[in-house]
């Protein structure tokens, strides 16, 4: 399958990827050009922003989660309709699990899906050290994949010079530069939080920003880069389940503020197991609609809506009463937050949860766990004596007084490990975020308790009318 496609990746974190990535997009886009964007690791953010404020069709792309047929798989499915696929990477350009591998880099994303990389450059205090700084890059790994670089924060006059300079002795493309664009940037709480009343504000940004990458990079050239990109096969790795239920399940799904965390992928793999995705509100519904077989309570930002969640009491005590009954529910870090007795939020004040699990939620002064990790069972879950390794990973700042025990956490390259997650025949609730491309099984297991659920509810409602 063709696929025209680019890599922008850069030397370290705070490069300037993410503001040359989302101005590029925008700039695609008011082009005309149909364009999908991916994001390199486990990233929430970007895909969100990506999505809501550029409008473009946005994946994630982890070869730690999902190895290299499947994450080339899952590139030419979100990307067959569209004319470029934009890729972003993620830390440094080599640098991967463990902070020792490049495993699951932007490098290795690069590698496994043959695609061009754009190297952007903090250039902000050199000149000829440039030349050095790109040279390393290039032959760090014979197999870069780098065939362009972006200059970053640098002066229009200093830039036709570093552009012969490094065509002339590194013998690779320099695509343009980019000004300090103070009026345009784009600040981490956007990243983090965009609300529908930023949207507006947000968007001159970008189109201000476009405007300037107009004028200072080469597109034309980015476009021609994107189309020399080796044709991709189209097939469906063994991997990729052809599972699906007899019957459709309705899943309620927690989306607002509070939980907005959500990949994809992990959507349209339900939708193809035969599951119906219902959105509700924790913070604003009453209630669940009497039809649900399933919940899923994903990540997100409870902590700064403690307030609002604790004040729906009706749904609190729906969603406490529905999973002690037997419903179905997966939930991780935000969505697990959420079913403990209380929760500390930002302002350090301790609010009422749903009170599914026993203790309290607490506020550290870090990242309490962060990063990869491989999940394994120690008794058996939805179902399931063993679903083999799970790949997953933790990000959070706060912990719990009751983090559970059924699953062991490993970290990846490392003797580090912790156990985590309530595990019972209808429920999994922990920290670790799961991609169910990386294990279908869970997905599979969860749905199968669902439709069973369902079964038992029909029966009884229906053994009721006849009563």
Not at 206 to 222: N, P, Y
Request: with cysteine.
């Amino acid at each position: 399958m063709k696929i025209p496609r680019i890599l922008l990746a850069a030397g370290s974190s705070g490069s300037g990827k993410t503001l040359i990535t989302c101005g590029l997009l925008e700039a695609l886009v008011e082009r005309g050009l149909k364009t999908a964007s991916f994001k390199c690791g486990p990233d929430y953010i970007d895909p969100m922003f990506h999505s809501r404020v550029i409008g473009t069709k946005s994946r994630n792309l982890d070869t730690f989660f999902t190895g290299s047929e499947v994450t080339k798989y899952l590139l030419t499915r979100n990307a067959r309709d569209c004319e470029i696929a934009v890729m972003e990477g993620v830390m440094g350009f080599y640098d991967g699990v463990a902070g020792t591998t490049t495993t699951a880099s932007a490098y290795d994303l690069a590698k496994v899906t043959d695609t061009p990389v754009i190297l952007i450059v903090n250039s902000r205090g050199m000149s000829v050290s440039l030349a050095a700084y790109v040279k390393g890059f290039l032959e760090y790994k014979k197999d870069s994949h780098i065939k362009g670089v972006i200059f970053n924060q640098m002066s229009p006059m200093l830039y036709p010079r570093m552009k012969k300079l490094l065509e002339e002795e590194l013998g690779v493309a320099v695509l343009g530069y980019v000004p300090k664009v103070e009026d345009c940037v784009i600040e981490s709480r956007h990243l983090g939080l965009v609300l529908p009343d930023e949207i507006p504000e947000l968007k001159d940004r970008l189109h201000k920003l476009a405007g300037v990458l107009e004028e200072t990079l080469d597109i034309d050239r980015i476009l021609e880069l994107a189309g020399e990109a080796p044709d991709l096969l189209d097939a469906k790795p063994e991997s990729v389940t052809d599972f699906r239920l007899s019957e459709p399940v309705r899943i309620g799904v927690a989306e607002d503020e509070a939980f907005c965390f959500f990949y994809a992928d992990n959507f349209r793999l339900l939708g193809e197991m035969g599951a119906e995705i219902v959105p509700f509100s924790p913070m604003e519904d009453k209630q669940l609609t009497d039809d649900l077989d399933g919940l899923l309570l994903y990540g997100g930002y409870p902590e700064l809506n403690g307030k609002k969640l604790e004040q729906n009491t009706t749904m609190k005590d729906m969603i406490r009463e529905k999973l002690k009954a037997g419903m179905p529910c997966m939930a991780e870090c935000g969505g697990f937050m959420y079913l403990h007795e209380e929760m500390e939020g930002m302002d350090g004040n301790f609010y009422q949860m749903a009170g599914v699990i026993p203790g309290k939620v607490y506020r550290t002064p870090k990242l309490s766990r962060f990063g990869y990790v491989t999940l394994t069972q120690k008794k058996p879950a939805l179902g399931m004596e063993d679903f083999g390794e799970i790949p997953a990973h933790e990000f959070h700042y706060f912990d719990s007084e009751n983090c559970g025990g059924d699953f062991h956490a490993a970290k990846p390259e490392s003797k580090r490990g912790w156990d985590c997650i309530h595990g019972t025949d209808t429920m999994l609730a922990g920290f670790p975020h799961l991609y169910y491309y990386g294990n279908p099984e869970v997905p599979k297991a969860f749905l199968k308790k669902c439709l069973a659920y369902k079964k038992q509810r029909c029966s009884c409602k229906q053994e009721g009318q006849e009563e």
